[in-house]
Structures are given as C-alpha cells and as structure tokens.
C-alpha cells in the first residue's frame, strides 16, 4: 500500500477509461487525477484516453468534464487551478466506439500506438472498466481479442510495457457469475494485471485500521479474544435509493454493501498481522481470515425495508413508492447478521455487522467493545451495569477514534461515568483535498495490488452471503417495510443481539 506523501510520480502510461462520459469518469477519475496532479503525483508523461458510444471530440470531452470538476470543487469554495487543469486536459483524448465492436479496440490500438511513440509511454497502459458491470467480461475479451492486454504480444510498444485493468463493482450478482467473471478475465489476463476496486479500501480510515493495529505496541496484546467482548461494523447511510431503483430492485442492501464493503472492514478489523506490507502478503492473511468465517444460516441475518419517515428535518417516501421500485417490491434496503470467526484470535467473539439506507443517520464505525472488569469491586455498581469499555474507529464522517472508558464523577461519592478520550483525523492532519479514488489509481499506476481484492477474495466472500442469496430468495419477508425512513433499522436486528444479551451501539 503506498504512502502518498513519500511517493514520486509514476512511470509514463497511457490510461484507458471506458464509460468516459459516465458519473464515474466525471465524479471520481478525473477529479483524483486532478488531485494527483497537485500533489505532484500524475505521470511525468500520460495520455488519457476516454472510450464511450456518442461522438465528440476530446475538447468537448474535456470541457464537461472541468464542469463536473468546477462543481465538485465549488463544495470547498475552490476554484479550478489553470495550470493543473491543463496538466490534465493536455492528456485527454476522446475515441468515440462501442465497447462491442472489433473496430472499437483496433483504433484504439492505433491511437495507443501512435500516443505511445509520440509522448514515450514505454508501452504502459492502465485499461478501467468505468462501465455498467454487463460490459467487464465484453470488454476484457475484446482487450484480449485484440491482443491489447497482453504485453509480449503487443504492437503498441516493441519493448512490452505494462498491461492492467481495473474492474469496478458490483463483481459478480453471486458465487457464480463472479467466478464466470473471473473465468473471463482470466482468460486473456494474470491474476497481478487485475485490480477490484473496492472504494471503501481507498478511504484513509479504512487504510489507517491497519496502522493502528499493527504500528502500536498498545493494541495488539489486547486485540483478541482475552479482552474483546464483541464487535459491531455500521454502514449507516441516511440517503435513500435516489435515482438508482432499477440498480437496487435487482440488487438490495445485502449484494450491494456485505460481500464488499462490510466485509472488507471485517478483514482489515480481523486478520491476523502481515509478515510485509507486501500486496502478496496481505492479501494472503485476508483471504485466510475469510476461509475462518463460519457459514451463515438463516437465523444469523436479519432484513429489512424502509417506510415513510423523517430523516433529519425531511419528510421522505417509502423504498416501495421510489421511482423504478415495484410496489410489492421484497427488496431488502437494510441487512444485519452475527459472523463468528473459527480461529484462535475469535473464537467465541461474535462480530455484528448492520447496513441500511434512510437510517438515522450517516456513519460508518468499528466498535470494538471490551469484557467487563472482571470482580464488582464498586459495591454500589454492579460490574454488569457499569458501562463497557469501547473503542470506535470512525470511518466517517468526523474520522477518528474515540475509546469510551469509566471514570469517577468528582465529588464524595464514588459514582462511575463513561467518559470520551478522542481523536479526530481534522485536528491532527491537514487532509490534502481528495475525492477517494487518488491512492486507488496511483497504487494501479505504480503496480500495488494491495488495497484490491484477489479472484479468491471476492469468490469467499460471494460463498459466504450465497445461502442467505438463496434462502431470501425463496421466502416472501412477512413485514415489509419493516422499519421507519429516519429510525435505527428494523426491530428483529435488534433482536439478533438480544439473544446474546447484547444491544447495538446508537446511530450518531
Ligand atoms: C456503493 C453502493 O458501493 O457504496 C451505494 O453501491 C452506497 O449504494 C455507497 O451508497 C456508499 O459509499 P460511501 O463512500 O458513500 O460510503
């Protein structure tokens, strides 16, 4: 995984993005690439190369994409950099072509060619799939046909150069589309030309669980089962499913967020310590720590879906009457489960994982809660009662971490409080402006499969969620919608808890 800020620029490339003019491209791509630009970390030599179905010519691709850029960076009252932004545009060129058709690939092996001769890329060419997933397999294989992934074979550059792709989510609907997805990519590619972008592995305070736990000396004696009590992983998003119904109909909050996002915080929360920071290295601990999870059954998840309510000071409709959602639809907006990890670290250490849409509110937390003192030495306060000892790393927002631990109120008497030491990330470091993409596609640019999942990883975690897939599936949930638009999820969730005589952290 690279540290930024050490770094130096990566080798000249050429960078494909097809679906240049998708939310992606604009939103995320070209808007990291800025940001790389003014930390001194886009290539010395690039060229971009935008691949989509309508006609126009590169201005015209450049000039909507600075209009996006201007807006996204209106939000921090900034204004575009000229001179950045021609370090940019400079490099963009647009190829109008359908992304199934040959002749699509054979231009853009001429362009490559001809961009590769005249701004000396070394034959190096990052290919991302900024596309609706229907179009990764098409696309690869196309690659492949073409001859385009493969550097030994390639006339772009007689000296070879890299070749590597970049996969966006969703990977795969289930166990086995995402191993037909694999077989594809496989086909004409190694497994180290292939990058899954999981985005929450490109947030810094997702990254940052790994410095905790394996930079201090503190943690890792009481990172176990001895000390921990539980765990509880909240993706909590207030945002309904906006524009994205016919997305999320064919979806819902389980495919969409668990194999992924959630179990991604799992991994960096849960596996065992790296001998390196190697790619390699990692990956491997993850990919053990998966193979740890025990099934899930039925009776460990819980789903649910939201109704009519308030978020914040705003009235908001039901999931069933949102455009493109069908009016009976039994589509899960929220999904919650009890993992326990088959290893000696976790023995006996259930970890809770909940996400919805419309919650309370928007947040995204470990909380890592410690066993109780061992003896009721406040006579007055039964060990039971007093408050736990937690420690939450805040992803977002207001990323940090806070431990949560008891303390005497001043005065005669001897009465406990839970009281908050905190950090916040804003306080300590001033965070170069970034969209979350910047390190994701610099670590593809230098070649750091580190923060991407491995076909392995990705068909384990597909494994795990399949039966819950299939028996959800086959069973009409009885109460839909289960829970209200501003509320903290269904009742039920709250119940997996219960049966362990536990109870979920609030949403704040
Ligand atoms: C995406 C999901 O992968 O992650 C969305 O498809 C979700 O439904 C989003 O809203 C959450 O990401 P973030 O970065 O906004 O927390």
């Not at 649910?304 to 999931?319: L, M, N, P, S, T």
């Not at 290893?343 to 006996?348: D, F, L, P, T």
């Not at 008497?413 to 001033?430: G, Q, R």
Request: hydrophobic share 40%; net charge neutral; aromatic share 10%.
């Amino acid at each position: 995984m690279s540290t930024i800020s050490h770094k130096s620029p990566p080798p000249p490339c050429a960078m494909v993005i097809f679906g240049a003019n998708g939310d992606l491209t604009k939103r995320l791509i070209v808007p990291a690439l800025y940001n790389l630009a003014r930390t001194g970390l886009l290539p010395k030599s690039l060229a971009l190369i935008g691949v989509d179905h309508n006609k126009k010519t590169s201005q015209e691709w450049s000039g909507g994409v600075k209009e996006f850029l201007a807006q996204i960076l209106a939000k921090n009252s900034e204004e575009i950099d000229d001179a950045l932004w021609q370090q940019v545009a400079s490099c963009m060129t647009f190829l109008s072509g359908d992304f199934e058709k040959p002749d699509t690939y054979a231009r853009l092996k001429d362009l490559l060619a001809d961009l590769d001769e005249k701004r000396g890329l070394g034959g190096n060419v990052l290919f991302y799939m900024a596309v609706a997933d229907r179009f990764f397999a098409t696309i690869a294989g196309k690659l492949g046909e073409a001859g385009l992934v493969s550097a030994e074979a390639s006339s772009i550059n007689k000296e070879g150069g890299f070749r590597r792709l970049i996969v966006e989510k969703p990977f795969g609907h289930d166990l086995a589309s995402a191993r037909a997805l694999n077989a594809c990519l496989l086909k004409y590619l190694k497994e180290e030309q292939i990058y899954r972008i999981d985005h929450f592995l490109g947030k810094e305070t997702v990254q940052n669980i790994m410095a905790l736990r394996f930079a201090n000396g503190l943690f890792e004696p009481i990172w176990n089962r001895d000390r921990i009590d539980h765990v509880q992983i909240t993706v909590a998003e207030s945002i309904g499913v906006e524009t994205r119904g016919k997305f999320y109909e064919a979806t819902g909050a389980l495919r969409d967020m668990v194999p992924n996002h959630l179990f991604q915080l799992v991994a960096m929360t849960a596996m065992e310590p790296p001998v390196s920071f190697d790619a390699e290295d990692i990956r491997a601990k993850k990919a053990e720590m998966f193979k740890a999870i025990h099934p899930l059954t039925l009776s460990d998840v819980v789903r649910g879906q939201y109704d009519a309510g308030i978020v914040g000071d705003e009235r908001v409709k039901a999931y069933r009457t949102e455009p493109n959602v069908a009016p009976e639809s039994a589509v899960e907006t929220y999904a919650a489960m009890r993992l326990t990890i088959d290893n000696w670290r976790w023995a006996g250490v259930p970890f809770y994982l909940r996400t919805g849409k419309r919650l309370a509110k928007r947040t995204t937390e470990i909380a890592i809660r410690f066993k109780q003192a061992p003896y009721a030495l406040f006579r007055e306060t039964p060990v039971e009662e007093l408050d736990a000892d937690w420690l939450i790393l805040r992803v977002q927002p207001d990323e940090g971490i806070r431990l949560r631990f008891n303390a005497k109120r001043p005065g005669p008497a001897m009465a406990l409080e839970s009281v908050a030491m905190e950090f916040k990330y804003k306080d300590y470091f001033k965070q170069a402006p970034a969209v979350g993409y910047e390190t994701l596609i610099y670590d593809c640019l230098i070649g750091d499969a580190t923060l991407f999942q491995r076909a392995d990883q990705v068909e384990a975690a597909w494994a795990l969620v399949e039966p819950v897939l299939t028996g959800w599936a086959a069973t009409t949930p009885r109460h839909f919608p289960n829970y209200a638009a501003g509320s903290e999820g269904p009742s039920a969730a709250n119940d997996l808890l219960a049966r362990d005589g536990r109870s979920w952290r609030r949403i704040n």
